[in-house]
């Protein structure tokens, strides 16, 4: 791994999460847009149902399996990470697995992992998609 990325690894895991959540939030509304949804109210309440927290909480559990060793540590590390203020709409469990998620966003778009981002991504969007409501 080279020194940038494993510098990145260990990056506050808040601050990737900060990051993370912008870019997947680009992600989703991106996605919506281009299936042709145009109306301003309908485009905030489909993409909630995709950035909130219970949502990016299954997304990053469903994929724990297929993470890299490095990938899994960060999710670990930032899960575990104390937190300082109180979730508005989530519990607390849920609120860290969806920091996490965020995290390793912020940290596969930090690295230049584009194509791992995506996937990642890609994976979430299915996943809390057309059939999860």
Same mark, same amino acid.
């Given at each position: ?6 510098? %990145? *690894?260990?990056?506050? =895991?808040?601050?990737?999460?900060? #990051? ?7 992600? /989703?509304?991106? $996605? ?30 469903? %994929? *724990?399996?297929?993470? =890299?060793?490095?990938?899994?540590? #960060? ?7 104390? /937190?300082?203020? $109180? ?47």
């Amino acid at each position: 791994m080279e020194k940038e990325q494993h510098d %990145l *690894l260990y990056m506050n =895991t808040t601050a990737l999460a900060f #990051l993370g959540d912008a870019v997947y939030e680009t992600f /989703i509304r991106d $996605k919506l847009v281009v299936e042709g949804q145009v109306h301003g109210d309908l485009l905030h309440r489909a993409a909630v149902r995709y950035v909130c927290a219970e949502s990016q909480a299954a997304a990053v559990k469903s %994929l *724990l399996e297929d993470l =890299t060793e490095e990938e899994l540590a #960060l999710v670990k590390r930032a899960r575990n990470k104390k /937190i300082t203020s $109180k979730p508005k709409h989530a519990d607390p469990v849920t609120y860290k697995w969806a920091t996490a998620f965020e995290a390793l966003l912020g940290y596969l778009h930090l690295a230049g992992r584009q194509e791992r981002l995506k996937e990642i991504m890609e994976h979430s969007y299915e996943k809390n998609g057309r059939g999860a409501k």
